[in-house]
């Protein structure tokens, strides 16, 4: 075989973690900001898979409004919520909702962090498919059809394995393999960011740990075949917490019901309202116009950030917070964590970049491009 191309997608892997030759340093052509898009992993790795935006392929956030026919939770039934009221133990009926979900062939990346049972109801997950397999987007194809489509041999490793077994996965691959590409995605970056914060001597440990692993990749790939390209990227990046803020108090001390006068979701870094009346609509808007540390994203905004959606999926009104801010509680999570992303694409942590040994002839500014970038490689390895 002549032309092998590796893909390492590495979850927050941000402008900030991966500017400098120290990381990766055989792949030293330079590096430059690449803007990610509005909304969590959820939705950024859908706009690299597709080249579309999040009003495009549907995905913004893990959690969206449930449809009128209702959602992938809707036959679970208010029993759970009263049991788990009942019992206290809801990490067993989250377990059970987990594998209920399952059973009924969800294979989409989801959890249920600390949404209120009681609630689970009213939304839906945005990923019923897993995104890295073919026929994931109704709307358009992903990478995975490309690849399809061409009948291109290749392995593609994703979140449903452990590190340790991708990794020895892709070096079988590429020792013994007939694969033109493969695509390796790891989540573990993110989720170390998340608990100790971007700028903890663990991140760089981490780092380290991934240059000389994926280095290593590239040297058997050279020994195997005439040319080997390398793209090593993420989907955005990590900003470290420095506030915290409970808004979710502030809900509650509203003289207004959830389901019957309003719903809300709390991300992390954004609150997400669907209101049935005027009324609960200006409390809401009043409440949060006071609040310093974010804004309420309007119409005008959504759409240039790709993210207006006209059937309100993921909120009619969108309060985001401003970077290194942190709703706690929030559905996410009921403690605070030292790192966070989901902020506007243009704060100054939300940038991934590109690693490539490739001379490009357009460096990609934003996903779409990168997108483009990776697809070009896919067709290359097809030829
Ligand atoms: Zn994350």
């Given at each position: 075989m002549s032309r092998q191309v590796l893909v390492f997608l590495i979850d927050a892997l941000g402008y900030e973690q991966a500017r400098d030759a120290e990381f990766l340093p055989s792949l030293a052509a330079p590096r430059a900001p690449i803007e990610t898009v509005l909304g969590y992993s959820s939705g950024c790795i859908p706009s690299l898979l597709t080249g579309a935006g999040p009003a495009r392929h549907g995905h913004l956030s893990?959690?969206?409004?449930?449809?009128?026919?209702?959602?992938?939770?809707?036959?679970?039934?208010?029993?759970?919520?009263?049991?788990?009221?009942?019992?206290?133990?809801?990490?067993?009926?989250?377990?059970?909702?987990?594998?209920?979900?399952?059973?009924?062939?969800?294979?989409?990346?989801?959890?249920?962090?600390?949404?209120?049972?009681?609630?689970?109801?009213?939304?839906?997950?945005?990923?019923?498919?897993?995104?890295?397999?073919?026929?994931?987007?109704?709307?358009?194809?992903?990478?995975?059809?490309?690849?399809?489509?061409?009948?291109?041999?290749?392995?593609?490793?994703d979140w449903t394995i452990s590190e340790e077994e991708a990794f020895a996965g892709l070096a079988a691959e590429i020792r013994d393999g007939n694969s033109r590409v493969l695509f390796f995605y790891r989540p573990d970056l993110d989720g170390l960011m998340h608990t100790v914060g971007p700028r903890d001597r663990r991140v760089k440990e981490k780092l380290d740990d991934y240059s000389r692993r994926i280095g290593e990749m590239i040297d058997t790939a050279r020994a195997r075949h005439r040319e080997v390209e390398v793209y090593v990227f993420g989907d955005h990046g990590m900003a470290e917490v420095e506030h915290t803020h409970d808004v979710w108090a502030a809900l509650r001390g509203l003289p207004f019901a959830v389901p019957g006068d309003y719903l809300y979701f709390l991300d992390s870094t954004m609150a997400r309202f669907w209101f049935r009346h005027d009324e609960a609509r200006r409390s809401v808007r009043r409440v949060l116009a006071e609040l310093p540390y974010g804004r309420i994203l309007e119409t005008r905004e959504l759409e240039d950030l790709n993210a207006f959606f006209p059937q309100q999926d993921y909120g009619e009104m969108i309060f985001l917070v401003e970077e290194g801010h942190l709703l706690v509680p929030s559905f996410m999570g009921l403690t605070p964590v030292r790192g966070m992303h989901g902020y506007h694409p243009l704060a100054a942590a939300s940038y991934t970049t590109l690693v490539t040994n490739q001379e490009l002839a357009h460096y990609p500014r934003n996903l779409f491009e990168l997108h483009d970038v990776l697809r070009a490689a896919f067709e290359r390895a097809a030829a």
């Open positions: 893990m959690y969206r409004k449930a449809p009128t026919h209702g959602g992938v939770f809707s036959g679970i039934g208010p029993w759970v919520a009263a049991a788990a009221k009942m019992t206290g133990r809801h990490w067993t009926m989250r377990r059970w909702i987990s594998a209920y979900l399952r059973r009924r062939g969800i294979t989409g990346y989801f959890s249920l962090y600390d949404v209120p049972l009681p609630w689970l109801r009213y939304f839906d997950l945005c990923q019923r498919k897993n995104v890295y397999a073919p026929q994931a987007f109704s709307e358009m194809p992903g990478l995975p059809d490309v690849l399809q489509q061409h009948a291109i041999p290749h392995r593609i490793f």
